[in-house]
């Protein structure tokens, strides 16, 4: 099995910043992709940032030129750079990865517990 566990999170006020963490652990051989995604109140959960295990990212319109992930693979840890913060971005961050636990046969969606962002106006 593996686990996320995020941490980072807190209130800013509008134009701050902030840096999320999401630390994989356990019985992992490798890690693929990994991603954040945030969860605002009545809203669906939605792709926030991405990088392969090479490094290319991909992000969501809403944050590009803003926010900023990358990766320790030594660590295996994502990170999430926010910047220039704005009230909608309000939500509950989440970390994923695309895992290969050894012995398990193929590669599986983990999903940390989540860590809330909170932006005042």
């Known amino acids: 099995q593996a686990q996320l566990v995020e941490s980072g999170g807190g209130l800013v006020q509008a134009g701050g910043s902030l840096r999320l963490s999401c630390a994989a652990s356990g019985s992992i051989f490798s890690i693929n992709g990994m991603g954040w995604y945030r969860q605002a109140p009545g809203k669906q959960r939605e792709f926030v940032a991405g990088?392969?295990?090479?490094?290319?990212?991909n992000y969501a319109d809403s944050v590009k030129g803003r926010f900023t992930i990358s990766r320790d693979n030594a660590k295996k840890t994502v990170y999430l750079q926010m910047n220039s913060l704005r009230p909608e971005d309000t939500a509950v961050y989440y970390c994923?990865?695309?895992?290969?636990?050894?012995?398990?046969?193929?590669?599986?969606?983990?999903w940390g517990q989540g860590t809330q962002v909170t932006v005042s106006s």
């Open positions: 994923n990865a695309v895992v290969l636990v050894l012995g398990s046969g193929g590669m599986n969606d983990y």
């Open positions: 990088i392969t295990s090479t490094g290319i990212t």
